[in-house]
Nanobody, 120 residues
Framework: QLQASGGGLVQAGGSLRLSCAAS????????MGWFRQAPGKEREFVAA????????YYADSVKGRFTISRDNAKNTVYLQMNSLKPEDTAVYYC???????????????WGQGTLVTVSS
């Protein structure tokens, strides 16, 4: 089970950190990732990280602003979001799969979403 938290309301230019805690299964050997779905739009890939944390991948729209990281001892993955824009408003979901590539495309495991709202 993946449990996302940390969403909220923030002004444009602000920051938020999302967390995704895993339980019931050890995800330390899995790649982890974040997706988001804005109102009226399809779910899209945001970021992924390898099991070791040594490799990270980002959507072009968030490169340089978002940072994905993980703490395997805590079975938790994070998404630090800086310089937020109104277009970042969405429900953010965490996900897991065997590799960053499969995580980015079609992950097997999904968490529930957490809402991020960025006001202008």
């Amino acid at each position: 089970q993946l449990q996302a938290s940390g969403g909220g309301l923030v002004q444009a230019g602000g920051s938020l950190r999302l967390s995704c805690a895993a339980s019931g299964r050890t995800f330390s050997s899995y790649a982890m990732g974040w997706f988001r779905q804005a109102p009226g739009k399809e779910r899209e890939f945001v970021a992924a990280i390898s099991w070791s944390g040594g490799s990270t991948y980002y959507a072009d729209s968030v490169k340089g602003r978002f940072t994905i990281s993980r703490d395997n001892a805590k079975n938790t993955v994070y998404l630090q979001m800086n310089s937020l824009k109104p277009e970042d408003t969405a429900v953010y979901y965490c996900a897991a799969d065997h590799s960053p590539q499969t995580t980015a495309q079609a992950p097997d495991y999904w968490g529930q979403g957490t809402l991020v709202t960025v006001s202008s």
